[in-house]
């Protein structure tokens, strides 16, 4: 498994195989435009090639990241994050048709997640918490097309 760390919301790691920084902030700004995301924190946008498997843990110490993930047609993703102290990350994923995308959150605090699931994709989510005070994930999930699916968060306290 490959490891993203990001430190005060920027990236800090190298990229493992298989996954780009994505080649267009003009479609980041025009995604955001579209549906209303106001975010000031830093951006990373990365792509994840049709037709690879990757898995990813990313780890947060500090900061306000707007990580934009897009998933190529038949790509699968499986991303563990890990959220540590003062971090309000927002996660917007794009999903291509036939992609699949699994998260495993482990949080301390709060998190968004956005996300756009085209035909045939599928999105799951588990959320892991650690018996904070406050733990908040608010989660916008929009179905595109056919047989797409998004399997709400399940909530587990350690």
């Known amino acids: 498994m490959s490891a993203l760390t990001f430190h005060d919301g920027k990236l800090t790691s190298e990229l493992p195989e298989g996954i780009e920084i994505s080649p267009s902030k003009s479609f980041s700004d025009k995604r955001k435009a ?4 106001t975010h000031a924190g830093e951006e990373t946008h990365l792509y994840v090639p049709p037709g690879k498997k990757v898995d990813l843990t990313l780890h947060f110490d500090a900061g306000n990241p707007y990580i934009l993930l897009f998933v190529g047609k038949g790509a699968e993703v499986r991303w563990t994050c890990r959220f540590v102290g003062e971090v309000t990350p ?7 048709e036939g992609a699949r995308f699994k998260l495993y959150s ?7 997640i956005r996300a756009t699931v085209k035909r045939d994709a599928r999105f ?17 999930l ?8 998004a399997k709400p968060p399940e909530v587990t306290p350690q």
């Open 34 to 37: 579209e549906q209303g995301i």
């Open 90 to 96: 927002y996660l917007d994923i794009a999903l291509e």
């Open 106 to 112: 482990m949080s301390e605090g709060t998190e968004t």
């Open 124 to 140: 799951e989510s588990f959320i892991f918490t650690t018996g904070s005070d406050q733990s908040d994930s608010n989660y916008h």
């Open 142 to 149: 929009s179905l595109l097309g056919e047989n797409s699916d």
